[in-house]
């Protein structure tokens, strides 16, 4: 038993050296268009944040799932880029989407959580 736990720190101990992160091998990586963009020069000049009440998606359909939306203007130079970023608690997930306007941003987002 005490092998056994040795080997299991000296694992947890080495992987995180090497890079590995075992208990997050099946996350799949976070888009973070507004974070890179702010690294570009990008500036925020408005956000809009607000928490909606979504129906509950199978099995949990008759639970309110919560989702919070923050909205994004940025400016860079004479360009405008409106960004929109969702938080969906039920599925603990966040969508990103960028376009020139509110609602080709918006529309992205939605087709990128029907996938």
């Not at 940025?74 to 360009?79: D, M, P, V």
Request: hydrophobic share 35%; glycine share 4%.
């Amino acid at each position: 038993m005490k092998k056994l736990l040795l080997v299991t720190a000296l694992y947890f101990m080495f992987s995180g050296w090497a890079g590995i992160n075992p208990t997050l091998a099946n996350t799949p990586p976070l888009h973070t268009e507004v974070i890179e963009l702010k690294r570009q020069g990008w500036k925020v000049t408005e956000i809009h944040s607000s928490i909606e009440e979504r129906p509950g998606i199978k099995p949990y359909q008759n639970l309110t799932r919560v989702v919070q939306v923050v909205k994004y203007r940025l400016n860079k130079g004479r360009n405008i880029l409106f960004c929109v970023v969702e938080y969906d608690s039920q599925w603990d997930t966040i969508h990103e989407s960028c376009a020139d306007s509110q609602q080709e941003a918006e529309k992205k987002l939605l087709q990128q959580s029907d996938l």
